[in-house]
């Protein structure tokens, strides 16, 4: 496969990616659809590792990536080599999207345990008695409703994503790296039929 061909491939891939990142990072903001207190939403939250990480960074490298797979300006060995750079930042946010995500998956959710406070109450847990693994705790957390559910799913969420978009981002540096090398085929192709 052409080296443009395989940008534009991967640019259109990593948009709905970003674009259900985004959402699913929003939606750990509001558990069950109910509108919380600023100090009530679980800390892992507030690193907007969906928005900015798998989110506005993945958006950068797709956009040039769609730039350098059709013709244009863009489609060239200096494009190319900018796609290499933003993808390299895209994979630096995937990756800091699923550390996040990791992190907010194991420390467990902020919730009223039923006397009105809201605390952490699976941080203290071993690796062994993890929350994760023994479903019969998640009943622990009175208020929001379904709020463990509501968090390992969206993390988990996020966590896909993420690794989803960095495996993408590096393919397309490697990609890249053949582009400004070998050249995107464009040229090739408009010789080939003259």
Known sequence: MCTGKCSKV?????????????????????????ILEVEQITDFVWFFHGIVGAGLLAFLPAFMMLGVGGE????NRCGMFLSVMLSALGAIGGAYCVVISAMGLVRGPLCDTGDGEYTYPFRNETEEDNYL??????????APENIVLWN????????????????LCVIQVINGLFGVICGTCLRQRKTGVA
């Not at 991967?10 to 959402?23: D, N, R, S, T, Y």
């Open 133 to 142: 693994f023994h479903q019969s705790t998640w009943s622990i957390c009175k």
């Open 10 to 34: 991967i640019g259109k891939l990593l948009f709905p990616l970003g674009i259900c990142a985004m959402v699913a990072n929003l939606l750990l903001y509001f558990p069950n659809g109910t």
């Open 152 to 167: 390992v799913t969206l993390f988990s969420i996020l966590l896909g994503i993420g690794a989803i978009e960095t495996v």
């Open 72 to 75: 244009g300006c863009c489609a």
